[in-house]
């Protein structure tokens, strides 16, 4: 579990919003129904094709960072890799506030 927000604010490698302990925030819309806390932010890095980044969910990419490129790896992902390169990973946040984050995520690769 990682805090983007100087331990005031967590997440899980999903990006879901949680209490230090890891459990998810959950919230009611007007109608009523329930659901997970995520918190997607246009300053943050876009993935799968670009979709909204998640602040504080597991990001990878091959190479070059780009929209197209870049996916949510969350806590479990597999993928098959076409192109040659370096597998960068990151925890997603909005460009330029990274000074205040703080935590890990463990990560285990495996090649099939």
Request: proline share 3%; net charge negative.
């Amino acid at each position: 579990m990682i805090s983007y927000n100087g331990r005031h604010h967590f997440a899980t490698p999903e990006g879901i919003l949680c209490n230090e302990y890891g459990i998810p925030f959950i919230f009611k819309d007007e109608s009523g129904n329930g659901g997970i806390s995520v918190w997607p932010h246009l300053g943050a890095y876009k993935t799968n094709g670009n979709e909204t980044g998640r602040i504080g969910s597991l990001i990878g990419w091959i190479g070059t960072y780009t929209e197209e490129g870049a996916f949510l790896i969350g806590s479990k992902r597999e993928i098959q890799v076409s192109k040659t390169g370096y597998l960068y990973l990151m925890v997603n946040d909005a460009k330029g506030t990274y000074s205040d984050n703080d935590g890990e995520f463990r990560v285990d690769i495996k090649l099939i």
